[in-house]
């Protein structure tokens, strides 16, 4: 297993539209690991493959509290969203340090196979309802930033310019 490189905010990269994956082989199950491995040693509860400029439907997620609950999403899809919309604050592995409140539905139902193969639906609500929206805009190559204003993003790009540089400097 290996820590992954994640992008970081505003690299073009994360912008990439994800493939479907062709087959869940050796290189995906590797791949599966490295992800979860990379998402729980940065802290984080979700992780599309996009962020680690690998440009494929797969996504990992662990919103449980005791990080003990991987949920592996390989080629997923939405396929139906409730109606009830709540704005909550969202963060990102790949826009470190910012957080800024995002709408999004209160219930989602996603297709998807797991990391045996397994094609299964999962109706998800809450956190879990949001983080799965916020993975697969990943690989649709969206960023959460892109549902704030124009000049709160300008902000955030200038601020993650400029903490690159002083790390790079460093
Ligand atoms: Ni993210």
Same mark, same amino acid.
Do not use: S
């Given at each position: 297993m290996a820590l992954l490189t994640i992008l970081r905010y505003p690299?073009?990269?994360?912008h990439t539209v994800a493939k479907p994956v062709a087959a869940l082989d050796a290189r995906i199950s590797a791949l599966i690991a490295d992800m979860l491995e990379t998402m729980y040693d940065a802290s984080g509860i979700g992780l599309a493959a996009t962020q680690i400029d690998?440009?494929?439907r797969l996504v990992v997620i662990d919103t449980s509290e005791d990080r003990d609950q991987p949920l592996v999403l390989i080629?997923? &899809?939405?396929t139906w969203v409730g109606d009830e919309r709540v704005k909550g604050e969202e963060g990102c592995l790949s826009v470190p340090g910012i957080y800024d409140g995002v709408e999004r539905a209160t219930q989602v139902k996603v297709k998807a196979m797991d990391a045996k193969g397994q094609v299964r639906t999962i109706e998800a609500e809450g956190l879990l309802a949001v983080c799965i929206q916020h993975e697969l805009d990943h690989l649709m190559?969206?960023?959460?930033? &892109?549902?704030?204003s124009p000049l709160k993003r300008n902000r955030i790009k200038t601020k993650l310019i400029k903490a690159l540089r002083d790390e790079e400097d460093d």
């Open positions: 690299d073009p990269k994360l690998v440009h494929e080629n997923p &899809e939405i190559g969206k960023v959460f930033v &892109e549902y704030l």
